[in-house]
């Protein structure tokens, strides 16, 4: 009884909080365009005196127009020593403002960053990655005639965060929230302090941790993720190991044959005991097979769940409805990198995001356009047509190119309203065909819909080391494929190609372009690869399936893992 209380004490803060900030971004949008000069105003003259401020002539910044004529594009080359500098304890140097935190990005494209973030910009992610989703499953279920549930969840987020010589705590932007949230995650998530907050990095099967606390829980109202892709194959993971699970939950133990650190599995036992009954209504379900939804069977009170699932992450999303039907709300937590929080969805189900005003000053480049060309602003834009976004935040990045391309769909009130589209660094190009990381996506997704099969994971390489050069696909199918079936999934691949890129067929006819090739991959591959980043100080949380194979250390990783060599 205690915790239905507390889970519907906090169901009814959150969503509370959730409806002020929705009702905040609702004014913030209605005067979006004052909003911005008023930013770029207040930005100026409070970093006209640190160093990149008196470099780049911050004092002489009166309007948009001087800030556009005046101050360069960058990128995170122009901040990296400011940023070491930084977060060895100097000050003055991008920004005036109080740092709260820094972000590290995942490392999954490159080097790791670490990001700066102010106090403000970290109360914005606070209030819109926690209680903003809240809102909008209240209006959700209020629309339905009912009340939010008690809110007690299945969370996949990893608080992984280390201090710097600064002072100041560095960990992915994601779980910046629950951080804060340390103190009364108990009460709203099933997961033990042990595996949200792990304090090595040490080897353990997350997969199994997370599940084995959830499962025995029958009272579980939602489920929340960072990126859908987590959810998905911790689903998968369930569907091939339930019976383990299943017997552990019955005898109240952690199995031997999962990898645990000794003194993390003495604690965590000692949190559970046998439970026959649970693990006899799970086995029935299970039994029964997952080719209808799962998720409903065991959780009845599943009412809606969170994470990232659009971009190249939007077919994920499709997977995932096989464990949690076709019917259960999703929000889609918004548009962000490590340098911010940018948009969010005002609904669930929504893939339409309205852009926080108050949150950073926003321009807009027109994709291809020639050198020089101005970028818009927000009340600049039409809707229906893509966009490289360029970012001035409120930490100490100024103009700065994330080299994402958005879509805007419309505006809300002043705001425009965007989705992401795909990042313009893993864009494949060889001939001049420029396929996209979304193109790419579609693809795969015709593929496994044209053959019947399912993919755990899939990339694509560039080989410019033939000639002519060709593209490679390497697929990780859900069940083993024999090798020369590669054939003929490379001849789907190509046809579609050709299908959907105009410029491709020509290519290939005209002997400028090769036949594509498929490999497949040995199972586990890419789970693989995320245990490799997060060997190598990768923030988990943050890491995105590997989609094109642009490194060689990427190149060695994929190709050593192709099924039968």
């Not at 910009?121 to 008690?150: D, I, N």
């Not at 109202?221 to 569907?239: A, P, R």
């Not at 060709?470 to 859900?478: I, N, T």
Request: some cysteine; overall charge positive.
């Amino acid at each position: 009884m205690a915790g239905k209380v507390t889970g519907r004490i906090m169901a009814e803060i959150g969503g509370g909080l959730g409806k002020a900030e929705h009702a905040k971004l609702g004014f913030y949008a209605a005067h979006a365009n004052q909003m911005q000069r008023m930013i770029l105003k207040n930005l100026m003259r409070t970093n006209k005196n640190t160093d990149y401020g008196k470099r780049n002539r911050f004092r002489d910044v009166r309007s948009i127009e001087d800030y556009q004529r005046i101050v360069p594009f960058s990128a995170y080359e122009d901040y990296a020593d400011y940023i070491r500098r930084m977060a060895n304890g100097e000050k003055n140097l991008i920004t005036s403002k109080y740092i709260g935190r820094y972000a590290e990005s995942s490392g999954s494209t490159g080097k790791s960053k670490l990001v700066p973030i102010s106090a403000w910009s970290l109360w914005v992610c606070q209030c819109f990655s926690f209680s903003a989703p809240v809102g909008c499953a209240v209006k959700h279920f209020k629309r339905l005639g009912k009340r939010l549930p008690p809110q007690r969840g299945l969370l996949t987020v990893e608080a992984v965060s280390h201090k710097l010589p600064c002072g100041r705590t560095a960990s992915g932007l994601a779980p910046i929230p629950l951080l804060y949230l340390k103190p009364i995650v108990r009460f709203f998530a099933t997961s033990p302090y042990e595996i949200l907050f792990p304090k090595s990095r040490e080897p353990m099967d997350m997969h199994y941790m997370k599940l084995r606390f959830s499962l025995i829980d029958n009272k579980v109202s939602y489920l929340g993720t960072v990126f859908i892709t987590m959810l998905e194959s911790m689903f998968f993971y369930l569907e091939n190991n339930w019976q383990m699970l299943c017997d552990d939950i019955e005898k109240g133990i952690i199995s031997q044959r999962v990898v645990v650190p000794p003194d993390i599995r003495k604690r965590l036992e000692k949190k559970l005991r046998p439970l026959p009954e649970r693990a006899a209504q799970l086995r029935a379900e299970f039994q029964k097979g997952f080719d209808t939804p799962i998720i409903p069977r065991i959780w009845p009170n599943v009412g809606w769940l969170y994470g990232m699932g659009t971009g190249s992450l939007a077919l994920y999303a499709k997977k995932l409805r096989r464990y949690i039907g076709e019917d259960l709300p999703i929000h889609y937590l918004g548009y962000a990198a490590s340098e911010g929080l940018m948009a969010v969805p005002l609904e669930l189900d929504s893939f339409e995001y309205a852009l926080l005003p108050q949150n950073g000053f926003y321009e807009f480049l027109p994709l291809d356009s020639p050198e020089g060309t101005k970028p818009l602003t927000i009340g600049e834009l039409t809707p229906g047509t893509d966009y490289e976004i360029i970012l001035t935040n409120l930490s100490g990045l100024y103009r700065y190119r994330i080299g994402d391309v958005v879509r805007v769909t419309g505006y809300y009130k002043e705001t425009p309203k965007i989705t992401f589209m795909y990042r313009l660094n893993q864009i494949a190009n060889i001939t001049g065909e420029k396929i996209s990381q979304q193109a790419f996506d579609l693809l795969i997704d015709d593929l496994s819909r044209i053959t019947g099969t399912s993919f755990t994971g899939y990339c694509l390489y560039a080989d410019r080391d033939t000639s002519p050069g060709h593209y490679v696909v390497l697929l990780e199918p859900v069940e083993p494929l024999p090798a020369k079936e590669s054939e003929t999934y490379a001849r789907i691949f190509e046809e579609r190609l050709c299908e959907t890129n105009a410029l491709v067929y020509p290519q290939i006819r005209n002997g400028a372009l090769g036949h594509c090739e498929v490999r497949f991959l040995r199972a586990g591959a890419n789970e693989e690869y995320r245990e490799f980043l997060r060997q190598n100080g990768a923030n988990l949380n943050q890491v995105k399936p590997v989609r094109v194979i642009d490194t060689p250390e990427k190149k060695q990783f994929f190709f050593d893992r192709i099924a039968g060599e």
